[in-house]
């Protein structure tokens, strides 16, 4: 099994690109969500989802979409690139309740 | 917001030591979670606590829960070199399955 296989692991953005950074599973986990890594900081929910159809709004939702039209995956979209939004991001998923979640590797992502 | 501290933020511990490391929390929980991660790397769920659970142990790991003080605790015992890491907290609140919210983290080095 993969696990959590985010792509690209690595992308540069110009202020006002949109691009998607994408988040596949294949634990048939119910439960995916994004987080943002900044500096010294922890993790901060972005978007968050509990099925297929089903996302909801975390802590720092504003500047991405997602959706979730497959158990399998669930897309971030950068609507318009900011400074801000450089960062490294996690997908996430867990099969719910009481289980805990698996990570993918990241996605650096640098707006110049 | 969700997510309270964690303390200490950095932790410099000698090989065989324990390292201890708490976090505190704000709302009610369903779960309180324990991740490790290593520079540059994804996160790894280490050890899951109900709320109707006080003390869990997996191998050298010990966690408590207090939820009347809304706190928990890691401890690592006999630590060595390869657990220097960032450990974060995290907690599923009550009637919020899916979210998950991280706080700022521990970074432990144990010296050889």
């Not at chain 1, 993969?2 to 994408?22: H, R, Y």
């Not at chain 1, 450089?86 to 707006?111: D, E, I, Q, W």
């Not at chain 2, 960032?86 to 991280?102: E, P, R, V």
Request: charged fraction near 15%; aromatic fraction near 8%; glycine fraction near 10%.
């Amino acid at each position: 099994n993969a696990g959590v296989t985010q792509t690209p692991k690595f992308q540069v953005l110009k202020t006002g690109q949109s691009m998607t950074l994408q988040c596949a599973q294949d634990m048939n986990h119910e439960y995916m969500s994004w987080y943002r890594q900044d500096p010294g900081m922890g993790l901060r929910l972005i978007h968050y989802s509990v099925g297929a159809g089903i996302t909801d709004q975390g802590e720092v939702p504003n500047g991405y979409n997602v959706s979730r039209s497959t158990t399998e995956d669930f897309p971030l979209r950068l609507l318009s690139a900011a400074p801000s939004q450089t960062s490294v991001y996690f997908c996430a998923s867990s099969y719910g309740g009481n289980g805990g979640y698996t990570f993918g590797s990241g996605t650096r992502l640098t707006v110049v | 917001s969700q997510q309270g501290e964690e303390d200490p933020q950095a932790l410099s511990i000698q090989e065989g030591e324990n390292a201890t490391m708490n976090c505190s929390y704000k709302t009610s929980i369903n779960n309180l979670q324990w991740y490790r991660q290593n520079s540059g790397r994804g996160l790894v769920h280490l050890i899951l606590i109900r709320s109707n659970e006080r003390e869990k142990h997996s191998g050298r790991l010990r966690v408590t829960l207090d939820t009347s003080k809304k706190s928990s605790s890691l401890l690592i015992t006999a630590s060595r070199a390869a657990d220097t890491a960032s450990y974060f907290c995290a907690t599923d609140a009550w009637n919020q399955g899916g979210k998950l919210i991280f706080g700022q983290g521990t970074e432990l080095s144990v010296k050889p």
